[in-house]
């Protein structure tokens, strides 16, 4: 098929999208190389669009849209969409996403973006979430359910979007039979909004009897979301702190305020949670789709894989873990060495956090099972954070 790829109104390129591949077997023209995925940029060279790896990547960058290998329980969302493979879902809905403004537009067709984009027109969500999330789920059998935005959700977690008076959210659940997920995205929310750090907001919520973090969409019509991998993509990896400080660099060349304080913030979240999971794709920047001018760092997301989550053990508690800075895994104690004023930091704001999350943990007990063991032991590792951050400052 014929198809143009668009950035909301902007035409990107025109080439020809093979429906059973799902690849992009030639490329016509390229209309606006400025507009195209932010990844795909540095493999264009003019007049030669189809022998270097801009088309090869065109079509990885669309595969990779879609819901990874690697999602928790695919095999079973697979069995009860009634699909073989994640990539079947790709362009049942011209994909479009929640988290940018790319699709795919059928070149004979009339369709316009207002028409189709999942921010203003409603999805069926009903039968995706319950694919999702429930333990127990029929086969999907209605066709307008494979048209929503989960078909191109990234990450591990089972996950799912959903239309609540109008606001588009994003329901994730834990990862196999863990259920810490939400609380710590909780935790992370609570944190982050005493502190003052720009962060997306996370409750807990629950779906039948399974307990979800909920938070809205962090992205709206004129903007998308570019992670860190893909701006780094064409950077020299060099394993060590330039990269972290090149991601800086690069932020503050395209504008964006206070970029470096910014992203220490997230540094800092993830010290006093002990966040494991803050690789290249959990963090990024916003931008926006008409300009294409750098707004901001993107709020905080994705903090669920912390407080030790995967060492659990009843006998004894387990301190041990490390964190990420870019391609490398730190201990928390190394990462935090990038803040250069953690002075900046009130951590009086924090006073009583920790009973808040007694308390959260408590109210959901009923629906977790967790021991009061394990609430006092994440409870402890918590405020050891928090005291370890608070001899930081007064050093
Ligand atoms: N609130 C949101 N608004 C818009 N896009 C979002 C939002 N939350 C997540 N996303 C997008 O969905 C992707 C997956 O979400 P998230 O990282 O929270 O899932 P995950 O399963 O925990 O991922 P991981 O595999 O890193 O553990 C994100 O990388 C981001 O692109
Ligand atoms: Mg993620």
Redesign the pocket.
């Known amino acids: 098929m014929k198809c143009v790829l668009m950035n909301k109104n902007t035409e990107v390129l025109v080439a020809e999208y093979n429906e059973i591949s799902k690849f992009f077997d030639k490329i016509y023209e390229v209309n606006n190389i400025d507009y195209a995925p932010y990844i795909l940029k540095s493999f264009y060279i003019k007049d030669e669009i189809n022998d270097t790896p801009f088309r090869t990547n065109l079509s990885e960058w669309f595969k990779g849209r879609g819901i990874?290998s690697?999602r928790d329980k695919l095999d079973l969302l697979l069995l009860r969409l009634n699909i073989t493979a994640p990539y079947e879902l790709l362009d049942k809905a011209f994909g479009l996403s929640?988290?940018d403004q790319y699709w795919l537009k059928p070149e004979d067709s009339d369709i316009s973006y207002d028409d189709i984009n999942f921010f203003d027109n409603d999805f069926d969500y009903a039968e995706f979430m319950e694919a999702s999330l429930s333990t127990n789920s029929k086969t999907i059998t209605n066709e307008t359910s494979l048209k929503t935005p989960n078909n191109t959700?990234?990450?591990?977690?089972k996950?799912a979007w959903i239309i609540d008076n109008g606001i588009r959210y994003?329901l994730?659940g834990g990862y196999k039979n863990e259920t810490l997920?939400p609380f710590n995205e909780a935790l992370a929310s609570e944190i982050c909004k005493r502190l003052g750090f720009n962060h997306?907001e996370y409750t807990i919520d629950t779906y039948k009897d399974t307990v979800v973090s909920k938070?809205?969409?962090?992205?709206n019509k004129e903007t998308e979301?570019i992670?860190c991998y893909q701006i780094r993509n064409d950077m020299k990896r060099h394993d060590s702190i330039e990269d972290y400080e090149e991601y800086i660099k690069k932020l503050e060349e395209n504008g964006i305020e206070n970029a470096r304080e910014k992203v220490e913030n997230m540094y800092i979240l993830d010290f006093l949670i002990m966040n494991e999971?803050r690789?290249l794709?959990?963090f990024g920047i916003i931008r926006d789709v008409n300009t294409l001018k750098w707004l901001d760092v993107a709020p905080i997301?994705?903090n669920?894989?912390s407080l030790n989550i995967e060492y659990y053990d009843e006998e004894e508690l387990h301190i041990s873990g490390c964190g990420r800075l870019f391609y490398e895994v730190k201990p928390f104690d190394e990462i935090i060495k990038v803040v250069k004023n953690i002075k900046r930091i009130d951590i009086s704001m924090l006073d009583g956090v920790v009973e808040w999350f007694d308390e959260l943990l408590h109210k959901y007990q009923y629906l977790t099972g967790y021991s009061d063991k394990r609430i006092l032991r994440l409870c402890i590792l918590l405020n050891r954070q928090i005291n370890k951050l608070k001899k930081l400052i007064e050093q």
């Open positions: 990874p690697w929640l988290s959700t990234d990450g591990m977690l996950k994003l994730k997920q997306v938070c809205p969409c962090f992205i979301l992670t999971d690789h794709n959990n997301f994705d669920g894989q």
